[in-house]
């Protein structure tokens, strides 16, 4: 299958994000006032994360020639809430021979932790 141009992943994203706005300002939603704001504020350092590593793959294009398959060992835990992804996650942590992103490398993904002692990072001094 022939992989998406800009064009077409850019409309796709502007029909998601009008799906998104459009449900959440549906009137017979029984959003709190707190609840609105909490939305917000996520939805926005999620956006904005999304820039930066658009912005940051196109500063580093050596970045996306990287392959992602069978031997790199990678695996991507998605989960609905409440359905035991962070669990899974957690557990799979235990494990000394494997590394899962810290909390903060999933909020701010920009710029990239090395691996090493990331306590300087600015984005843990960040948070």
């Not at 707190?34 to 820039?51: A, D």
């Not at 021979?97 to 999933?106: A, C, G, K």
């Amino acid at each position: 299958q022939k992989p998406l141009s800009s064009d077409e992943i850019k409309c796709a994203q502007r029909k998601g994000l009008k799906l998104l706005c459009d449900s959440m300002n549906q009137p017979n939603l029984w959003w709190t006032a707190i609840g609105r704001i909490s939305l917000f504020w996520s939805h926005k350092r999620e956006f904005k994360s999304r820039m930066e590593l658009i912005k940051y793959t196109q500063d580093n294009p050596d970045v996306t020639s990287i392959p992602v398959d069978d031997n790199n060992g990678l695996l991507f835990i998605t989960g609905l809430p409440r359905t035991g992804s962070t669990f899974l996650q957690t557990l799979l942590s235990l494990d000394p021979n494997s590394r899962t992103p810290r909390t903060w490398e999933m909020w701010y993904p920009v710029p990239p932790a090395d691996g090493k002692d990331n306590s300087n990072h600015p984005n843990v001094k960040s948070m």
